[in-house]
């Protein structure tokens, strides 16, 4: 189906590629200033995204 592959490429666009970017840098701060740091923002990278995505399935109810 056209709309389900236009989907996943919006997907793909809005949520892995940032998800990934942000991840990336995680992994230089992990590596320049030690895991506590890196591992914090990593996490927080990750917790932001859940949070939006529940936020994104509340507002489609």
């Known amino acids: 189906m ?3 592959d236009l989907a996943a490429r919006i997907f793909a666009i809005v949520f892995v590629v940032p998800v990934a970017a942000l991840l990336a840098i995680a992994a230089v701060v992990w590596m320049l200033f030690g895991a506590p ?3 914090a923002y990593a996490g927080g990278v990750l917790t932001g ?3 939006y995505l529940w936020y994104l399935a509340q ?3």
């Open 2 to 4: 056209i709309g389900a």
């Open 37 to 39: 740091i890196g591992s």
């Open 49 to 51: 995204y859940v949070g």
């Open 59 to 61: 507002v489609d109810r």
